[in-house]
């Protein structure tokens, strides 16, 4: 081998070398510009949706509010259930003074057994 041909090797191997290096760089910026566009894919999708999640937040407050509606009227009537059953016992434990007092008094009922009502 004389000294042209190897001259002429290494041009070669630098040409090889230097297409390679453009193709590589390229195919870095064929991905990138790939990516970009995914991104901005990405990007528009959720935009797109942004109205669909506020939505979805809205509902979920109604959701909260007509709950907590629904617990308060729940404590009222929950509230009004005691009240009501106050008011029972009470009827119920004068009925029964009534009843005990009209025994007491009533020459009929027989004291001295448990005949008579309590």
Request: proline residues 1%; without cysteine.
């Given at each position: 081998?004389?000294?042209?041909?190897?001259?002429?090797i290494?041009?070669?191997?630098?040409?090889?070398?230097?297409?390679?290096?453009?193709?590589?760089?390229?195919?870095?910026?064929?991905?990138?510009?790939?990516?970009r566009?995914?991104?901005?894919?990405?990007?528009?999708?959720?935009?797109?949706?942004?109205?669909?999640?506020?939505?979805?937040?809205?509902?979920?407050?109604?959701?909260?509010?007509?709950?907590?509606?629904?617990?308060?009227?729940?404590?009222?009537?929950?509230a009004?259930?005691?009240?009501a059953?106050r008011?029972?016992?009470?009827e119920?434990?004068?009925?029964?003074?009534?009843?005990?007092e009209?025994?007491?008094?009533?020459?009929?009922?027989?004291?001295r057994?448990?005949?008579?009502?309590?």
């Amino acid at each position: 081998m004389d000294m042209s041909t190897i001259i002429w090797i290494v041009v070669a191997v630098i040409v090889v070398l230097a297409v390679a290096a453009l193709i590589a760089a390229m195919m870095r910026k064929k991905r990138a510009e790939q990516q970009r566009v995914h991104a901005q894919h990405l990007r528009t999708e959720a935009v797109s949706n942004v109205d669909r999640v506020n939505q979805s937040n809205v509902e979920a407050k109604e959701a909260e509010a007509r709950a907590e509606r629904a617990r308060l009227e729940a404590e009222r009537a929950e509230a009004q259930a005691v009240e009501a059953q106050r008011g029972v016992d009470m009827e119920r434990a004068t009925y029964e003074d009534r009843i005990r007092e009209a025994d007491r008094i009533d020459p009929d009922v027989d004291h001295r057994t448990n005949q008579h009502r309590a």
